[in-house]
């Protein structure tokens, strides 16, 4: 009973914050000047959100530290899915399953995507704010974490697919929250530089977590156990807590819809009449397919390319994740001098031909053709995701949950390559993703859209005339 009380007065403090704090913020939107109309739009630069600041949005040096503490959040979950590649093969040896049934750990993390975002992730980052969505997705993260001591120490493959799932679910929720909040945190000018900036500490978690794997997994005392495995989610989930507590007393600044609606110089119209946000949802799910089943089965591939030591494929597989750390550092680099969609469009061709030579290349080239391909598959998943949210206004924090439903692309792939590599070979089933890959092509030159044009003269005149401190409802 005592218990129930503090939940009582706990959710009555919280739903009184947010029906005192919200409105006020919605309140506090004005209309500033950008002199776009002065100055020529440059090559590169990011896709616009909007042309409007929100009054209490921190501006400067006092974005860094709210961008810095989202920004760990990317490692996190990049770590997770580095781990998940390499448990994939150490479990095909400690636990006798073959290549498609090892994939129900991809099923799990991945079609957690497709459910928890529209019923879960949704709903809290709409009426609750990006703060509880953050908090809610690492509890999340913690408590599947530690469900691995036990499923390892029964050694039950049933148990690590519903732990997977758990900690799916909390990452999802945590990118659902993230990748949006990155993309409105500051200037919309910058909103692809800002992602894919955040999104390469997602790369140097991912390359982390093979290395770590290759070291403890595949060693000689622990190569036929699970031991290893305990002790690392342990580690995790105590990580991530200590992560979760920082964001409790973390001041956060807010952006709801009516913020998003204000800012935007476009009229708000419905998703389903938005090409290159459908066309951008399709293409996140095919990409992201692609990019897993490539991940997943890249040990399998270095094995029949005549690497028969699982631990030194899996140290390959850490050195192509640097590659693919260093390829997101370079291609934010390339933003701000070229168009999103056109580096999209050169990467794809080149993801495309060098997933086809993996299929085709013997011996050791094979494996190199996919270390490579890691390096061009860098930018993809932050730049589809700010294209797809192009030009969305009061749509943004819907769109952004649709965009993440595309990483369940990852739960389709998976199987399919896997039956295809029992049945064949794996070199065989890389033309599953080069399928993928070659999807993007037709997105990045047809469906995505090029820089908003800047505001005319006239509406800019208007803007310097905006009485100042007035909000400006349209």
Known sequence: MVCCTHDNKFTGVLSLLIQDCVPKLVSKVTWYSIGASKRAIMAGGAPTVGKMAVRNMPTGRQ????????????????FAYGLLDVLNKHFQEVLNLSKMKSTGLQVAYFGAYIVFPPLV??????????????????MLYVVGALC???????????????ATFVIACGISNLEVA?????TVLGS?????????????????????????????????????????????????????????????????????????????DL???????????????LVQWLYVGAQVTVATF???LANEDGIKSDSKASQLLSYSLILFTVGRFFSTFLLKFLQPRYILGVYAILCTTLCALSAGVKGLGGTVCVMVLFFFMSCMYPTIFTLALQDLGGNTKRAGTFVVMGVGGGAIFPPIQGAIADKASTKISQIVPTV???????????????????????????RHHQPEGEPNYK
């Open 121 to 138: 992730g949704q709903p809290i980052v709409r009426r609750f704010g990006y703060k509880v969505s953050i908090i809610t997705g690492l």
């Open 188 to 264: 919309a000018k910058t909103a692809t530089f800002r992602l894919n900036l955040s999104q390469s500490f997602n790369g140097l978690g991912s390359f982390i977590g093979p290395l770590i794997a290759s070291k403890f997994f595949f060693s000689a005392e622990h190569s036929g156990d699970l031991d290893s495995v305990k002790f690392i989610y342990l580690g995790i989930a105590c990580g991530v807590f200590v992560v979760a507590v920082l964001f409790v007393f973390a001041t956060l600044p807010e952006v709801s819809d009516d913020d998003m609606e204000q800012e935007s």
């Open 298 to 300: 890249f040990i399998n």
């Open 148 to 162: 691995f001591w036990p499923c390892a120490q029964y050694e039950t493959f049933p148990g690590f697919v519903a």
């Open 267 to 281: 009229p708000t119209k419905p998703l389903l009449k938005q090409p290159h946000f459908l066309g951008g949802v």
């Open 63 to 78: 974005l860094w530290f709210p961008l810095a503490l989202v920004t760990s959040l990317f490692f996190l979950w990049g």
């Open 178 to 182: 993230a990748n949006t909040y990155v």
């Open 436 to 462: 993928g890959f070659a999807y993007l092509i037709f997105y990045a030159f047809m469906l995505a859209k090029g820089p908003t044009p800047p505001p005319s003269d006239d509406v800019e005149a208007k």
